[in-house]
């Protein structure tokens, strides 16, 4: 899995690519944990490249999100979520937790 990160005037952009499993998910909490660690809360999560999402990549989406809620000081969203992710987010309950949005573009406009 690869983990390309961009950083905007609001927000940044974090887009994965491939799948995000027990083995790639703590590549993905470091770059999501730099990115906080530097006192930035506000992120967008594009999945647009993603194939599958783990047990694993899910907590590492709660944790990132708990993190940046927390003291309101901003939140994590998702992009371009593909059906298969969308329907594992609804099965275990995620989906009023996080915002999703069509494209990144859109995402990275609502900060």
């Given at each position: 899995?690869?983990?390309?990160?961009?950083?905007?005037?609001?927000?940044?952009?974090?887009?994965?690519?491939?799948?995000?499993?027990?083995?790639?998910?703590?590549?993905?909490?470091?770059?999501?944990?730099?990115?906080?660690?530097?006192?930035?809360?506000?992120?967008?999560?594009?999945?647009?490249?993603?194939?599958?999402?783990?047990?694993?990549?899910l907590r590492?989406?709660?944790?990132?999100?708990?993190?940046?809620?927390?003291?309101?000081?901003?939140?994590?969203?998702?992009?371009?979520?593909?059906?298969?992710?969308?329907?594992?987010l609804d099965?275990?309950?995620?989906l009023p937790?996080?915002?999703?949005?069509?494209?990144?573009?859109?995402?990275?406009?609502?900060?």
């Open positions: 899995m690869e983990v390309y990160t961009k950083e905007y005037k609001r927000c940044d952009l974090v887009q994965p690519s491939g799948r995000i499993d027990s083995q790639s998910a703590p590549q993905l909490a470091d770059a999501l944990r730099a990115i906080t660690d530097a006192g930035r809360f506000r992120i967008v999560l594009d999945l647009d490249r993603v194939d599958f999402v783990s047990s694993a990549g590492v989406f709660l944790d990132v999100q708990k993190t940046c809620r927390r003291w309101n000081r901003g939140e994590l969203v998702l992009a371009s979520v593909p059906p298969q992710i969308y329907n594992a099965l275990v309950g995620f937790l996080f915002k999703i949005y069509k494209d990144a573009t859109e995402a990275v406009g609502s900060f």
